[in-house]
C-alpha cells in the first residue's frame, strides 16, 4: 500500500509541474503583442468567438476520457494477491456510443468552422478601402492605390473601415499576419489573395510573417497604426507630399544626401521629390523612403527606427542581418552617420 501511495504522489506531482510549465509558458501567449485573447479587429474577433467553445468542448472531452483512463488505471492497477484478469472482448453498446457521440462534436464543430471560413472569402463592400501588401525577403510594403504613396514597415489605416488587403509576393510564399486583427493569409507567388477586416481599436499592432521565407523569416515584421479617421487622412496627406526639403544649413543631412545620390542607394529606393544634380532616387528594389524618418522600425523590423540605428545598418547591412538583400556599400561609419541623418530628416 505503502508503494502505491508513493507512486501516486510522484504522479501527481509531475502532473502539477508540468501544469505550471504550461500555465507560465501562456503567460506571453495572453498578453504580448501577438496575443490573439484580445481581438481588436473583426476578422480576429470571429476567429476568437468559433475558438472559445471550441476550446471548451475540447477542456470538457479532455476531462471526461483523462478522468476514466486514470480511474480505470488506479481502481483496476494490479494489487498483491488480485487474480488473472479476466479476458473481455467487445460491447457493441459502448463501441456505437463511442462512434456516434465523436462523430456528433466534430459535426458541431465542423459547421460554425466552414461557414466562418466561407465568409472570410466575402470581399467588403462600398465604403471599404483597398491596401496593397507586397511580401519581400524580408520587409513588408504597403501601397496605397490611387493615392500614389508607397511605405514600407508599417501600415496605417483607419478605425471602424472595411480594410481589404490585397496580398502579392516579390519572391517566394510568405505569410501576412497581425494576430490581434486578423487570421494568417498566406501571400503566394503569382496569386493574388486577399484578407478582409475592420479594426475596432485605435493603437499599434504588430505583425509578423508567418510563413518560413528564408534566413530573416523571424525578421520580417511590420507595425499596423490604426487611427481615428481624421488622424488617418492627415498621415496620407503626409504621405503624398515629396520629401521635406532639406535646409541648406545642415552640414551632415547635406553631406549624406550626396552620399545616398552617389554611392548607389538610388539604384534601389525611392525618394519622391529628391533630386541631386538631375539624378533622381527611383529605384524600386528596396523600400520606398519618401519618408522614412516618420516610420518607427526598419529593415522589417529588426532595429528600431533611429539615426543611430540607420547608421549602423547602412554601415553594414549584413552583421544587422544577414542574407538581406540590401547590399553592403562599404561606407565609412562618417559616410553612414551622415546618411542616417539625410534619412532620420525625410520626416
Ligand atoms: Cu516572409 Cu517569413
Not at 58 to 82: A, D, E, M, N
Not at 304 to 331: E, R, S, Y
Request: proline share 6%; glycine share 10%.
Amino acid at each position: 500500500m505503502a508503494r502505491g501511495s508513493g507512486w501516486l504522489k510522484r504522479a501527481i506531482t509531475g502532473a502539477c509541474v508540468a501544469l505550471l510549465v504550461v500555465i507560465l509558458g501562456g503567460c506571453s501567449m495572453f498578453s504580448g503583442p501577438q496575443a490573439v485573447n484580445h481581438p481588436a479587429g473583426s476578422n480576429m474577433q470571429t476567429i476568437w468567438n468559433l475558438f472559445v467553445p471550441i476550446f471548451w468542448m475540447s477542456v470538457v472531452v479532455f476531462i471526461i476520457v483523462q478522468g476514466v483512463l486514470i480511474y480505470s488505471v488506479i481502481r483496476f492497477r494490479r494489487k498483491p494477491g488480485s487474480p488473472e484478469p479476466h479476458p473481455t472482448h467487445g460491447n457493441t453498446k459502448l463501441e456505437i456510443t463511442w462512434t456516434i457521440l465523436p462523430a456528433l462534436i466534430l459535426a458541431v464543430i465542423t459547421v460554425p468552422t466552414l461557414a466562418t471560413i466561407s465568409s472570410f472569402a466575402k470581399k467588403p463592400g462600398a465604403g471599404s478601402m483597398t491596401v496593397q501588401v507586397v511580401g519581400h525577403q524580408w520587409w513588408w510594403e504597403f501601397d496605397y492605390p490611387g493615392q500614389g504613396v508607397v511605405v514600407a514597415d508599417e501600415m496605417h489605416i483607419p478605425i471602424g473601415v472595411p480594410i481589404e488587403v490585397e496580398l502579392r509576393s516579390n519572391d517566394v510564399i510568405h505569410s501576412f499576419w497581425v494576430p490581434k486583427l486578423a487570421g494568417k493569409q498566406d501571400v503566394v507567388p503569382n496569386q493574388h489573395n486577399h484578407l478582409s477586416f475592420t479594426a475596432n481599436e485605435i493603437g499599434t499592432f504588430r505583425g509578423q510573417c508567418a510563413e518560413f521565407c528564408g534566413a530573416q523569416h523571424a525578421n520580417m515584421a511590420f507595425t499596423v497604426v490604426v487611427q481615428s479617421q481624421a488622424d488617418y487622412d492627415a498621415w496620407l496627406a503626409k504621405q503624398k507630399l515629396p520629401a521635406t526639403n532639406i535646409p541648406s544649413s545642415d552640414q551632415l543631412v547635406a553631406q549624406g544626401k550626396q552620399v545616398f545620390f552617389t554611392a548607389g542607394c538610388v539604384g534601389c529606393h525611392t525618394i519622391n521629390g529628391a533630386e541631386l544634380n538631375g539624378v533622381q532616387a527611383l529605384g524600386i528594389v528596396g523600400p520606398n523612403l519618401t519618408h522614412v524618418g516618420s516610420r518607427t522600425g526598419l529593415a522589417g523590423e529588426v532595429l528600431t527606427q533611429t539615426q543611430a540605428n540607420i547608421a549602423t545598418w547602412v554601415h553594414n547591412p549584413q552583421k544587422v542581418k544577414p542574407g538581406t538583400l540590401m547590399p553592403n556599400l562599404g561606407l565609412t561609419v562618417d559616410q553612414a552617420n551622415a546618411v542616417a541623418a539625410y534619412l532620420e530628416s525625410l520626416k
